[in-house]
């Protein structure tokens, strides 16, 4: 493995012009491409496989003239009269809804009866022959502009519904920029070059480019949610950064040891690189892993997530060393002011170093440390709960919240959470007196506050009703209503009676999704870390450092879900990352995040493992050294690197806190945490803490799997002893050649 990438260094130096104008050439072919194609993301999400997504489908078989998207319009008086005595003001914001483009219908408050028992509350049903995405930001504009002349008579208006909450207009990614910026400031303390420090950037910002050019286009042919590209955003320009930063440190230091430019760079792709393609390969593997919970949306932001850490694998293996040849030995001009220029070479005047030789020394207290914080901030993920965001999660400024509060308001907490009832009664000749059965006993349910009358197609064998819960829509007494008229109250029903029903609406699949997701987290899980343990064990040929790997990087993921449930779902900190409210546990996030997490967290496995076995593989296996010299050795060559990969990671991932939205803002917390966690606590006290104890066991491998497991050797062990003897045997032949007596080694390598 190591040779190919040797190879594939020296070709990128030897045709650095061609591999850059094919980079660049790549970039704008698709860039192109994603302008021309008719692109948009899709926020709509099916659940193959529920009770609910087979309801929505009989609804759109049954019932074809519902299709369209809704609003709702909230009025309130402000100083508790009687809404009655707006009833003009009223009336003519709703005449004005009418009118708008692809409005069918507008349901009247005084007419239906959709007025609080209080009477200073009503509502109207807005109902469109078109899409949300078809509204558009404008028809929102146009809809939430209707109800100036009710705020004129001294009522309050708010908008919620699907045309409110499913056009948002999107803002400059600042979030983006911040961890740049962020990036920048690590990178020049890290390198002490304006040059060494670019580039990192530039190709992490070419290879996000080509990602998220990519995922527009491929919008055009599948459905990506609208947190697709932004996801992809946080985790692509994250390691791009770093996979760049780790394979320019190492070029960086074999120049310092007197290598020429072209075989420092291939010497690096040959080490660095080759743990990079390891590395993203287990990120990749772990977030397209998600594939296997069947839930298309999930699929496909996993995959495009996926891609885009691909793209920056590719990126760093082959444009990134064309790049270091077209600089040179120029890669330390234009000094940053107030830095020095630093290399990864090992001093024992570091920090590093005397953190590393603490570590080993009292490896038992350290791990015992380690686990006892990590445990801790574990523990609030016991009392995880999933769930979804809905209006009631959104700015308290916002008028989605306002309408939703004041439905709660008035209506009670589960108007906001109805239940959408549907009955397929095609197999049972009195429908009607099926479909009043059915009410009558949900109704009679002391969880249930309203069922209103029942809605039939035009054939007459399909119903639709609407039942609301007395408790709100992620409570979880209202899962508990869902688990027992499906379980208790609608089986003895159906079988009496020949029918079909089903409970469907946001509140019903949220609880789907969620029930689905845990049940296949254990599953993914079991593939994610089997697959891990194999890549591991093959790279490391060790049973104890996979092993160690799984476990550890558990531990982080636990940690930091733990954090997110402090802060998220019992409010701790809330104020302080701008959260009004607290929120459920996002129904898909801990599988996401465990993929991201995962595969982020063996990123840092692989390359400070990598170097503790490189330079076992030069002393210890060699006997000059014992293995705990390996690991204080490892650790400190590669602490300043894993600290500003993890620094510029953290920066990155945090900048997404600062966003409005709930969901970006949860992600940006749990792998912000994770990230720091795991290259603090985990990397630099529990593994090095681990290896010391377990001493030259750690790289046992039993004789059977070695005589079958190919060697990938991604430390370069066995490259670099053909590299060395054939620089031997050229200074011993003849000093004065022409061409290097190791580029001419390597047509036999």
Excluded at 74 to 96: P, R
Excluded at 151 to 158: I, T
């Amino acid at each position: 493995m190591s040779t190919f990438f040797y190879k594939l260094g020296r070709f990128a130096v030897q045709h650095r012009k061609a591999m850059l104008a094919t980079w660049l050439g790549l970039f704008i072919a698709i860039a192109v491409g994603s302008q021309v194609a008719n692109t948009e993301t899709s926020d709509a999400f099916t659940i193959p496989g529920t009770e609910s997504q087979e309801a929505f489908d009989l609804l759109d078989e049954r019932f074809p003239a519902q299709s369209g998207t809704s609003a709702q319009i909230v009025f309130a008086t402000e100083d508790g009269t009687a809404l009655a005595d707006s009833v003009d003001a009223v009336n003519a914001s709703l005449a004005e809804a009418a009118e708008l483009d692809g409005v069918i219908l507008v349901t009247n408050p005084f007419e239906t009866g959709t007025i609080s028992e209080a009477g200073d509350i009503g509502y109207a049903d807005i109902r469109y022959s078109v899409e949300t995405t078809d509204v558009g930001l404008d028809g929102k504009e146009l809809l939430e502009e209707t109800g100036a002349i009710a705020e004129s008579a001294g009522v309050q208006v708010e908008f919620g519904g699907e045309v409110i909450t499913g056009n948002v207009e999107q803002h400059p990614p600042t979030s983006e920029l911040i961890g740049m910026g962020v990036a920048v400031i690590v990178l020049l303390f890290a390198f002490g070059s304006v040059l060494a420090m670019g580039l990192p950037l530039f190709t992490a910002i070419l290879g996000l480019g080509i990602g998220l050019t990519s995922i527009t286009l491929a919008s055009a042919f599948i459905d990506l949610s609208s947190t697709a590209p932004t996801l992809a955003t946080m985790i692509g320009l994250a390691v791009g950064i770093d996979y760049a930063l780790f394979i320019v440190t190492r070029h960086r230091a074999n120049l310092a040891e007197g290598m020429d430019v072209e075989e420092s760079v291939a010497r690096a792709n040959a080490t660095a690189g080759s743990a990079v393609v390891f590395a993203g390969g287990t990120v990749v593997i772990a977030i397209a892993g998600l594939s296997v919970v069947g839930i298309p949306f999930l699929t496909a932001m996993g995959l495009a997530t996926a891609f885009t850490v691909l793209v920056a694998v590719l990126v760093a293996v082959t444009l990134l060393p064309a790049l270091l040849g077209m600089i040179g030995t120029n890669i330390d001009r234009w000094k940053a002011p107030f830095t020095k220029t630093r290399t990864s070479e090992v001093s024992k005047e570091t920090m590093g170093h005397k953190w590393a030789v603490a570590v080993t020394k009292r490896p038992v207290v350290a791990l015992v440390g380690g686990l006892v914080v990590m445990g801790a901030l574990a523990i609030p993920m016991l009392d995880m709960r999933l769930g979804m965001t809905d209006a009631g999660t959104a700015s308290e400024e916002m008028t989605e919240r306002q309408a939703y509060d004041l439905l709660g308001e008035g209506f009670g907490d589960g108007f906001n959470g109805p239940l959408t009832v549907v009955i397929d009664a095609a197999g049972n000749a009195d429908a009607t007196t099926v479909v009043a059965r059915y009410s009558d006993a949900i109704a009679a349910d002391p969880g249930i506050v309203q069922v209103s009358p029942a809605n039939f197609n035009e054939a007459g064998d399909t119903a639709v009703l609407s039942a609301i819960p007395t408790t709100g829509p992620s409570e979880a007494a209202t899962d508990d209503l869902v688990g027992h008229l499906r379980s208790d109250v609608f089986p003895a029903i159906e079988a009496e009676t020949d029918t079909n029903i089903s409970l469907t609406g946001v509140t019903a699949s949220n609880i789907d999704v969620s029930e689905k997701l845990m049940s296949a987290l254990p599953v993914f899980m079991g593939v994610v870390l089997g697959l891990t343990f194999l890549l591991l064990m093959v790279a490391f040929r060790s049973i104890l450092v996979p092993l160690k790997a799984s476990l550890a990087i558990l531990l982080s993921i636990a940690s930091s879900f733990g954090v997110v449930v402090a802060i998220f779902q019992w409010g701790w900190l809330k104020d302080v990352i701008g959260l009004d409210t607290t929120v459920p546990i996002i129904s898909f996030m801990p599988i996401f995040l465990f993929a991201i997490l995962f595969g982020l967290s063996m990123d840092y496995e692989v390359f400070i493992m990598s170097r503790i076995k490189e330079d076992y593989s030069k002393t210890v296996k060699k006997g000059n050294g014992k293995p705990v010299e390996a690991v204080i050795s490892g650790l400190t060559s590669s602490a300043r690197v894993i600290t500003a990969a993890a620094m510029i990671m953290i920066s990155v991932f945090a900048a997404f806190v600062l966003g409005d939205d709930p969901i970006i803002k949860m992600f940006g917390v749990g792998l912000s945490v994770a990230v720091f966690l795991d290259a603090t606590v985990v990397r630099m006290i529990i593994v090095p803490a681990a290896m010391t104890l377990f001493d030259k066991a750690a790289w046992w491998f039993p004789k059977a799997l070695d005589k079958i497991i190919p060697n990938v050797d991604i430390e370069g062990e066995h490259l670099m002893e053909q590299l060395e003897a054939a620089d031997r045997a050229s200074n011993f032949n003849d000093d004065s050649t022409d061409e290097p007596d190791n580029q001419k080694e390597l047509v036999s390598i």
